[in-house]
Nanobody, 117 residues
């Protein structure tokens, strides 16, 4: 059974940091491109960051470049999102996504991140 389980969300003050984790199981993790997306009610889901299977390439939304870092540990089947210098507009549900060759696609349930003083 495929599972993507996010953790690490919470309430943080502006300028603070959080590290999200997404633990995967049930598929060949290292073969999949992993990404983080975020969702705000009433808005379209936004792609935040992507990392290739071997971790060699990453891409970021302009809104988070220089502040967020995506990484993965294939031995632990886990992908991370380090978020620094957080802003109120980063408040959202953050979701983990795995895709293989445009065929197999899996979503996690999400973790809430709230940036507020």
């Amino acid at each position: 059974q495929v599972q993507l389980v996010e953790s690490g969300g919470g309430l943080v003050q502006p300028g603070g940091s959080l590290r999200l984790s997404c633990a995967a199981s049930g598929f060949t993790f290292s073969a999949y491109v992993l990404s983080w997306h975020r969702q705000v009610p009433g808005k379209e889901r936004e792609l935040v960051a992507t990392i290739t299977g071997d971790g060699g390439r990453t891409n970021y939304a302009d809104s988070v470049k220089g502040r967020f870092t995506i990484s993965r540990d294939n031995a632990k089947s886990t992908v991370y999102l380090q978020m620094n210098s957080l802003k109120p507009e980063d408040t959202a549900v953050y979701l983990c996504y795995a895709e293989w060759m445009g065929w197999n696609k899996f979503w996690g349930q999400g973790t809430q991140v709230t940036v507020s003083s």
